[in-house]
Antibody, heavy 115, light 107 residues
Framework: EVQLVESGGGLVQPGGSLRLSCAAS????????MDWVRQAPGKGLEWVGR??????????EYAASVKGRFTISRDDSKKSVYLQMNSLKIEDTAVYYC??????WGQGTLVTVSS | DIQVTQSPSSLSASVGDRVTITCRAS??????LTWYQQKPGKAPKRLIY???SLQSGVPSRFSGSTSGTEFTLTISSLQPEDFATYYC?????????FGGGTKVDIK
């Protein structure tokens, strides 16, 4: 059974940083692209970014709204993917989900950016 | 960027009704479209991938179809557990983009 468990969410001030983690199990992690998606309170879904697998050189893609501020990385030995979020803005407040190639999803972790 | 326009944004229906939700892409995306169901406080669940392929374990009352840049999710006979919000996603090109969502509630 595929499991994705996010952690690292919490309250952070505007301009601050936070690192989210997503621990994967139940599949061959190193084979798959991994994505982050977010959902602001009461709003729709927004794709944040993707990291490809080793075969595709771990290259990344980002939404324009986060490019230059957020960085996705992965550690295949730990079956984990990370979202480093810098220069956080109030509008980054959302539940952040990690997904396996937009198929399987974790339960999400809430990030609140507020002073 | 490819825009995905989803309609309607909400609808009211009764158990047993046939429900259709549409997503229109701003340009051709082949069949690179996925449908999700999301219930309050839960993560989205994939229902349909590649426009019309049913995800394993999803009831056959859900189906997807396409005509050009228009994609349709059909629920043939709405069940109580189907009241939820539905989203489409295009993954033909970056950035990946979602439709705005359709909330299906009880009439």
């Amino acid at each position: 059974e595929v499991q994705l468990v996010e952690s690292g969410g919490g309250l952070v001030q505007p301009g601050g940083s936070l690192r989210l983690s997503c621990a994967a199990s139940g599949f061959i992690f190193s084979d798959h692209y991994m994505d982050w998606v977010r959902q602001a309170p009461g709003k729709g879904l927004e794709w944040v970014g993707r990291i490809r697998n080793k075969a595709n050189s771990y290259t990344t893609e980002y939404a324009a709204s986060v490019k230059g501020r957020f960085t996705i990385s992965r550690d295949d030995s730990k079956k984990s993917v990370y979202l480093q979020m810098n220069s956080l803005k109030i509008e980054d407040t959302a539940v952040y989900y990690c997904t396996r190639s937009m198929g399987d999803w974790g339960q999400g972790t809430l990030v609140t950016v507020s002073s | 960027d490819i825009q995905v326009t989803q309609s309607p944004s909400s609808l009211s229906a009764s158990v047993g009704d046939r429900v259709t939700i549409t997503c229109r892409a701003s340009q051709g995306i082949r069949n690179d479209l996925t449908w999700y169901q999301q219930k309050p406080g839960k993560a989205p669940k994939r229902l349909i991938y590649a426009a019309f392929s049913l995800q394993s374990g999803v009831p056959s009352r859900f189906s997807g179809s396409t005509s050009g840049t228009e994609f349709t999710l059909t629920i043939s006979s709405l069940q109580p557990e189907d009241f939820a919000t539905y989203y489409c996603l295009q993954h033909n090109s970056y950035p990946l983009t979602f439709g705005g969502g359709t909330k299906v509630d009880i009439k």
